[in-house]
């Protein structure tokens, strides 16, 4: 059943839509460099971000349309199990805080621009900063084709047919990155996450008020998942997958390329720092996002879109905005949700390029490629990625692209050992990191193989289920923190094995990971570091 | 700048802080209730709510504690 156009609503949606791409080009002139044409200003937005633009970036890059829309379809469809993301983005801030403010310093001294780049410096291995990037890289694409399905789900509820609104929008996004970089999506996260803070506040308040509180909400999901033999409480052996599901979402979160450039685009390690204990605000709002799910199950939401055997569960936030907001601000939450997938996805296809431009580009192909080439590079294959993304959602089932991101996880872990290991120690060998890697990804990808979902034999899930291995139990444990286990003990097994192999140069000294930020210095008009306006610190 | 490594005062004690808010939201034996319930909201929805706000007290007091002097 496809719901009624709604002119209103869509006239809403572009207005808002049109004043992002307003503020996109116009974030050119923001944060003032004298060029942008380097990966440095394009694509790390000069590394001068404070505290609160750092916040609205990192928040509007990690807390994405996709999160929004499939967070409360897995409570929607699985019930307790959909809520491991709240103490997935509780866990994350205590165990990068320290790590994360490293990073930056680290790359800050040395001019690296991603995870790999630092890779390279710090272990000397051109094969592992390589398997950094590519696995990155991989990681990176289907995400941003999957913040389309935000898009995707709200023009479907607003009766819109075709793929046409899809092109347009990252078309658009495509046209201002290009001009104006990281400083784009930077700018635009003011306004993304204003808009979705507003809507939640509303959504938690009004809907519960409208269903009659959060007694009869918890009543009906109760009455109406136990008939589908699920719950609101997890089922004893549902507390392992739970607990892993959650801490390896958390050690995997920060290693995704999106994640580092928001890191290493802030202006000192203490804006990071501090913004470890900012940054959970967004996680009170996913929770309650979160709960909207059951919101759309007492509510008797029913999905629009997808087949009868597998319906398009992404699409019942949308329609409950839909039945239960007025127009005009459930257009405010459709336009919301459409912003909230152009950040990320912009953020995303910039950091995939860096990662191409800088350790793919330069070291393979042009080795004397200058810091302007690089930018050039990276501003061609940021365009390419977002048009791309959208040429697979349209032509390929969108189930696809979900299982991709799924396993997105589970094999950006597999850099945890070279990357976060590295800021720490130079303990182990090179090449034993190497066949950590091998080793830890290829047992992750056979899990994943051989691990079915109701409607797919292979890819089916991330969640492991111990008696495929013949084990008397229903217990399961993410695949990606298995394959971390295996990485993390071939790596310490291997490298006193391999001590008579030469060792990687390493470029960095143990106080470039301590380092501060200099004093700010005067780049073009304006000071390179919170003095303008704009950054509210 | 390799000159900025002034010691920071660490207190071992100050880095429990951080374990504090994994250990209690990552084992659900801790919160797998439904009541006490609080308007409505089962224990287990609302105890990982509220550490919402414990992990953002404890990491900022972790950044205090740690702060590099300016």
């Not at chain 1, 967070?71 to 205590?94: E, H, K, M, Q």
């Not at chain 1, 990155?136 to 995707?152: D, F, H, M, R, S």
């Not at chain 1, 759309?296 to 839909?322: C, E, Q, R, S, Y």
């Not at chain 1, 091998?438 to 111990?466: C, I, N, Q």
């Amino acid at each position: 059943m496809i719901p009624p156009f709604n002119s209103l609503e869509f006239g809403i949606v572009v207005a808002m839509f049109a004043v992002v791409t307003v503020l996109g080009f116009l974030a050119t002139r923001w944060k003032r460099a004298a060029s942008l044409a380097s990966i440095e200003e394009w694509g790390l937005g000069g590394r001068r971000f404070g505290t609160w633009v750092t916040w609205f970036l990192i928040g509007g890059d990690l807390y994405t349309a996709y999160t929004f829309v499939a967070v409360p379809a897995l409570l929607f469809g699985t019930g307790a199990t959909g809520f491991f993301a709240v103490p997935y983005t509780i866990a994350v801030f205590p165990i990068v805080m320290f790590a994360a403010a490293r990073m930056w310093s680290v790359c800050h001294e040395h001019g690296y621009a991603t995870a790999a780049d630092f890779v390279r410096g710090r272990q000397g291995s051109a094969l592992l900063a390589l398997l950094v990037a590519i696995t990155g890289i991989a990681a990176t694409i289907p995400y941003i084709a999957l913040q389309l399905t935000g898009i995707k789900a709200v023009i479907e509820v607003m009766g819109i047919g075709g793929d046409w609104p899809l092109w347009i929008a990252f078309i658009a996004l495509a046209a201002y990155t290009w001009t104006s970089g990281l400083r784009a999506p930077a700018l635009i996260a003011f306004v993304k996450d204003i808009l979705i803070y507003i809507m939640i506040l509303v959504a938690a308040i009004y809907i519960p008020y409208k269903l009659g509180g959060y007694d009869v909400i918890f009543h009906r999901t109760d009455t109406a998942l136990s008939a589908k033999g699920l719950s609101t409480l997890l089922s004893g052996s549902q507390y392992l997958g739970y607990s892993t599901l959650a801490l390896g979402s958390a050690l995997a979160l920060f290693l995704y390329p999106h994640a580092v450039t928001g890191v290493l685009a802030s202006r000192d390690r203490e804006v990071v720092k501090k913004n470890m204990s900012l940054l959970p605000a967004y996680s009170l709002m996913l929770g309650f996002i979160a709960l909207l799910g059951y919101m759309a199950i007492a509510a008797h939401v029913k999905p629009v879109g997808g087949t009868a055997k597998a319906p398009d569960t992404t699409t019942i936030v949308p329609v409950l905005f839909n039945n239960q907001f007025p127009h005009w601000f459930a257009g405010i939450a459709f336009g919301a949700i459409v912003i909230g997938a152009l950040v990320p996805a912009a953020i995303m296809g910039i950091s995939a390029a860096n990662t191409f431009a800088r350790d793919i580009w330069r070291p393979y192909f042009r080795p004397r490629a200058s810091d302007r080439e690089q930018g050039l590079v990276s501003q061609i294959v940021s365009v390419i990625l977002k048009l791309g993304a959208v040429g697979v959602i349209v032509s390929l089932k969108l189930s696809f692209a979900i299982e991709f991101q799924l396993i997105g996880g589970v094999i950006v872990i597999q850099i945890l050992p070279a990357v976060v290991l590295g800021l720490y120690t130079r303990w182990y060998h090179r090449w034993a990191l190497v066949a950590g890697w091998v080793v830890g990804m290829g047992l992750s990808v056979y899990m994943l193989y051989v691990t079915p979902s109701k409607t797919a034999a292979h890819f089916g899930s991330a969640s492991f289920a111990f008696k495929t291995w013949g084990f008397d139990t229903k217990m399961t444990i993410w695949t990606g923190l298995v394959g971390l286990i295996a990485n993390l003990i071939v790596a310490t097994v291997l490298t006193p094995l391999l001590g008579r192999l030469p060792r990687g140069r390493d470029e960095t000294r143990p106080a470039d990971y301590e380092a501060v930020a200099a004093p700010p210095i005067p780049v073009g008009p304006e000071h390179a570091a919170g003095t303008a306006g704009a950054s509210g610190d | 700048m390799s000159n900025d490594t002034r010691s920071r005062r660490r207190h071992p004690a100050v880095f429990l802080l951080l374990l504090l808010p994994l250990v209690a939201v990552l084992v659900p034996e801790f919160y797998n209730f439904t009541s006490p319930a609080i308007g409505g909201m089962p224990f287990f929805y609302w105890y990982q709510l509220a550490w919402i706000g414990g992990v953002a007290v404890c990491t900022g007091i972790v950044y205090a504690a740690t702060r590099s002097a300016r």
